[in-house]
């Protein structure tokens, strides 16, 4: 029998052994084995079935995380999932596990800050070479293909901008090429779109985010499909990242209810959208208005969109946008989203990256607000009283 979506969260991981509702927490460095003959038996049971929780030493994980990553292999419809101590953890092993000094990376524009220094600054000391794209003109994808590409790297939608685009496009741009393909999926999680049905070879999800849910701890997966497992693999053993079975345990738990968040978040988000298109100052960077291409291609892929959203607004004086978000009384002002709480974030370069194709005039200004699990009626109340502040 096959269950929904919603329905395996709930029903995952039993301990039968313990008759408990919820997987034990095994903490381990040290695995004791009967014999050297018995460890053989392990390391070779591992050989024959790498996915298959065969764990000679705790840096290659304990049962706590071999259950999160067996959940997570099955939500998205993949090979297998890495985990990593962040989820930066996983957009980094992504990357190392298929490029090689003097190859090229194609990275969309609008990627987390923290990704464009890694592939465009750190990366340039191993002879690797980024390149970024337009994700909404993908001719410029087209175009910057050499021989040497190796990875197009993806962010959808776009960081702090939002940008939604054409992605089987992309898969196939690629996969004519003989590229590999890596996207980071963390603001729709599996829930809302799955990348490797669509055939991505690696798919990213910051746990920290939506996964655990009460932004109390901090985890990444990294889904793979049988093309790239190996090298993946290889990359995972030599830099040692692993998810301690504590973090593992909690986002565990978080996943049992990231449906009813992410159905809740996504609720609130279109009230606070709607109030906030009204304001004619404000450009709403979210798949609220259906006259947009952003709009059309979130709708071709997404089931759904959760409450992470940016404001493009216009004003001349830049004072009046930090009066606006320091003013907001149930929005804390801070990094990271996906918790149940809401959040602001004036976005200046250092948030933004050195963007190539984001144009954005001397009087517009970027704000990211994550929409929460409170009462979207207080957050609208909130903004209307500090959106007065902008002039
Ligand atoms: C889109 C995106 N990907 C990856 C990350 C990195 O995740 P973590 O903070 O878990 O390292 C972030 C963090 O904000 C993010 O916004």
Redesign the pocket.
């Known amino acids: 029998m096959s269950y929904s979506f919603k329905t395996f969260l709930k029903h995952t991981a039993k301990d039968f052994h313990n008759q408990s509702v919820n997987p034990p927490v095994v903490r381990a460095s040290t695995i004791i084995f009967k014999s050297i003959q018995d460890i053989r038996k392990t390391q070779n049971k591992y050989k024959k079935d790498p996915t298959g929780g065969h764990f000679d030493y705790g840096r290659q994980g304990t049962s706590t995380t071999h259950i999160l990553q067996k959940i997570l292999t099955k939500i998205e419809e993949c090979y297998h999932v890495f985990l990593t101590p962040?989820?930066?953890?996983?957009?980094f092993l992504s990357i190392i596990s298929v490029v090689r000094p003097g190859d090229e990376i194609l990275v969309s524009d609008p990627v987390?800050s923290?990704?464009r220094f890694l592939t465009e600054d750190y990366l340039k000391n191993f002879n690797i070479k980024t390149i970024f794209y337009n994700p909404h003109d993908l001719n410029t994808l087209r175009k910057k293909i050499t021989k040497k590409t190796k990875l197009i790297f993806v962010?959808s939608p776009g960081?702090n901008s939002f940008e939604f685009q054409d992605l089987s496009k992309v898969i196939s741009i690629a996969k004519k090429n003989k590229i590999f393909t890596a996207i980071?999926n963390?603001?729709a999680t599996p829930y809302f779109f799955k990348p490797m049905k669509i055939g991505f070879d690696m798919s990213?999800v910051?746990?920290?985010?939506y996964y655990s849910g009460h932004s109390d701890v901090?985890?990444?997966s990294l889904a793979v499909n049988k093309k790239v497992f190996k090298l993946v693999e290889k990359a995972n053993k030599v830099t040692g990242l692993r998810l301690g079975p504590d973090d593992a345990y909690l986002i565990t738990r978080g996943l049992r209810t990231l449906d009813l968040r992410l159905d809740k978040h996504q609720e609130n988000a279109r009230k606070v959208a709607a109030f906030l298109s009204k304001n004619k100052k404000i450009k709403l960077l979210y798949p609220y208005k259906k006259d947009s291409f952003n709009f059309r291609m979130w709708k071709k892929y997404y089931s759904g969109a959760s409450g992470l959203m940016g404001l493009r607004i216009k004003a001349k004086n830049k004072k009046s946008i930090l009066k606006f978000v320091n003013s907001l009384k149930l929005f804390g002002y801070g990094?990271?989203?996906g918790g149940f709480e809401s959040l602001a974030l004036h976005q200046e370069i250092r948030e933004q990256g050195n963007r190539k194709f984001l144009n954005l005039a001397k009087d517009e200004h970027l704000v990211r607000l994550h929409i929460g699990l409170e009462d979207p009626k207080d957050l609208i109340q909130d903004l209307k009283r500090c959106l007065k502040f902008i002039k």
Do not use: L, R
């Open positions: 962040t989820g930066f953890g996983s957009v987390y923290p990704t962010e960081s980071d963390t603001w990213i910051s746990a920290t985010k901090m985890g990444g990094y990271s989203w």
